[in-house]
Every structure is written in C-alpha cells, then in structure tokens.
C-alpha cells in the first residue's frame, strides 16, 4: 500500500511552514519575556538561551512522533517485501 500523496504533501507543506516560521518565533510567555529582558539589560546571560531551550523543548515530542512513524513505516515495508516473496 503507498502512501497517499496528498497526505505526504500536506506534511512536507506544513514541516516547510514551520521551518520559515521559527526563526521569527517568540516562545515565551510575557512574564518569562519581561523576566529575560531586564535580566540582559542588567548584564546578566539568563535570558540568551530561553527562546533555544523553548523551541527545542517543542521540537522534541516531533522528534519521537517521526522516529515512531519511520519505525512503522520501515516494519510495514518489511512485511509488504516478506510477503510478496512468499508468493
């Protein structure tokens, strides 16, 4: 069975999205923002890598959904090859 191509493209379409989008992102809440700012305004290196640690925080859930598919996809690929040499 192949995978539906539409499908395939709405992926590649919205990882595409997302990859243009997170350089531009702010992955704070106002509060940790204003905490972060006046911290470097002050001298202090707190705040330099919040926005970093938020996004790869955010980026790790998509990391295991992939890695959980690529796994499913490659057993299905083995199954599929197993058994069109059985016939």
């Known amino acids: 069975m192949k995978p539906n191509k539409h499908i395939i493209l709405l992926l590649l379409t919205t990882l595409f999205i997302l990859w243009l989008a ?24 707190a705040g330099k890598g919040l926005n970093t640690g938020i996004l790869f925080l955010l980026s790790t ?10 796994l499913y996809w490659k057993n299905k690929k083995k199954a599929s090859d197993e058994a069109s040499n059985a016939h």
Do not use: H, V, W
């Open 61 to 70: 859930p998509y990391l295991i959904i992939g890695f959980l598919g690529f």
């Open 22 to 45: 997170l350089p531009d992102l702010q992955a704070q809440c106002p509060m940790c923002r204003m905490s972060a700012e006046s911290n470097l305004k002050d001298g202090g290196t």
